[in-house]
């Protein structure tokens, strides 16, 4: 099986193409290249909180007054070399996280997470009015305590979590420049780096790859032409079979 489209296939001897198998799997996901994206930059957007203590306190805040936060994040793929990335912001060379930010409590969650993309990726004085493309969650995490603890479940002797974080996939490109704060870089991490790598990237980031294994991808490149695909698809004209 190969990944290449038959179409474009140049062998003398092409693989055999097997049944399709891609039964229960949700639509194709297609990915473009990172240099589809139109990245410019902007003034330094600060951090709302200036330790990790801050925002503890700034959560226990918010729950006492308005009980479990929301926070929203965007998971934005890309790929070079036919090989899945995830956007990332990085903080002090040394932090990593997707792009995201809390809701405010009386906030419709699909609005909210527009207005923290705008707040975070427009460009300065832009009077585009195009607003972010929001997809399908991909993510849910749970923190129970006012600490720095998250997981994908909610552990079993808690009732009341303080917070809950839902990850949205976002596709690329938007129609729309995306503007990078001057203080924060953005970066495109592959899935290779990103598996099984929880020291560096955290579970979250970590868990990416499994989270995206379920899905079938094409591979476009620069001008919307399939580039590669991942093996499991329908039978194309012309190929192989025996």
Known sequence: MSTIPV???????????????????PEVLRVYPFSANEISTKSNVPEEDSSVEDRLARLR???????????CEAVMLCHEHNHLHV????????????PGGWLKEDEDEIEGMQRILAEMFEPDGSKNEKKWEIGETVGTWYRPNFDQSLYPYIPVHVTRPKEMKKQYLI????????????????????????????????PQLAALPHVFAHYRIEYMDENGNVAAVTPGGPQQPGARTS
């Open 87 to 98: 956007m990332v912001l990085q903080i002090a060379n040394s932090f990593y996280k997707l």
């Open 171 to 202: 596709r690329l490109p938007q129609p729309k420049v995306i503007a990078v704060p001057k203080n924060l870089k953005f970066l495109a991490i592959p899935f290779h780096d990103l598996y099984d790598n929880i020291q560096i990237y955290g």
């Open 61 to 71: 805040n918010h729950y006492e007054l308005h009980g479990m936060r929301r926070f």
């Open 7 to 25: 179409a474009l296939l140049n062998s003398a001897n092409p693989p055999i193409i097997p049944r399709q198998f891609d039964a229960g799997q």
